[in-house]
């Protein structure tokens, strides 16, 4: 039990819509990042919000947004889906940027038809 | 560009031998490590890290052992029991201006132990 938590588990949308993922971390964890895993590889960096601020992104296009609200919950959006955006989505979260210690959610399993 | 490597995709080991999951990297600016195991239908739960600045770092049956000079790490499970049946994936932060915990993760290795 990390006590990060996201939902929905599971989620199925058509090319060309919008999604938004949510994401709970543990209470007192000031930064949230979220994680792209594509099917038999390892997961891939999106971004990183500490204390409401993104603070680090990585190889993903404009279409991918966030937030990080002051309750510690955060969300993910994705806008004009593409069929490669079908991935397991994950996010982490830690007491430092440093991600000394990084606690993952379950993941929302993301199909995009 | 594969920053973070785990060239064998899976292992086998009988229960009570040792496991060793090998990880490979190629950024020197890499200062942080961090294993992480997955079963299926849950996210990566964190085991074991160890920081640029010792080259062991011991928590009960998990041992990680870096090598700066060869830019390897490898983790070390004995006795390896049948619930570490998993997929583990090695993960390597860099100090940067921006301080950001980027992590990057290798592909995994998926460990099964034989009763």
Redo the contacts between chains.
């Keep these: 039990e ?1 006590g ?1 938590t ?1 939902s929905p588990t599971h989620l199925i949308k058509t090319r060309g819509q919008q999604v938004t993922l949510r994401c709970s971390s543990q209470s007192g964890h000031n ?1 949230v ?1 979220w ?1 792209q895993q594509a099917l ?6 999106i971004f ?1 919000y500490y204390r409401e601020e993104e ?2 992104r ?1 190889n993903f296009p404009p279409r991918f947004s966030g937030l990080q609200f002051p309750n510690y919950s955060s969300e993910l959006n994705v806008n004009a889906l593409e069929l490669d955006d079908s991935a397991l989505y ?1 996010c ?1 979260s ?1 007491r ?12 929302t399993r993301l199909t995009v038809v | 560009d594969q920053q973070v490597k785990q060239n064998s995709p899976s292992l086998s080991v009988q229960e009570g031998r040792i496991s060793i999951l090998n990880c490979d990297y190629t950024n020197s600016m890499f200062d942080y490590f961090l294993w992480y195991k997955k079963y299926p239908a849950e996210g990566p739960t964190f085991l074991i890290s160890i920081s640029s600045i010792k080259d062991k770092n011991e928590d009960g049956r998990f041992t990680v052992f870096l090598n700066k000079s060869a830019k390897h790490l490898s983790l070390h499970i004995v006795p390896s029991q049948p619930g570490d049946s998993a997929v583990y994936f090695c993960a390597a932060s860099a100090a940067g201006s921006s301080n950001t915990g980027k992590l990057i993760f290798g592909q995994g290795t998926t460990l099964q132990v034989k009763p």
């Design positions: 990390t990060v996201q930064t990042s994680y038999g590889q390892g997961p891939q960096f990183q603070n680090g990585g994950l982490a830690s430092d940027r440093k991600n000394t210690e990084a606690f993952f959610g379950q993941g």
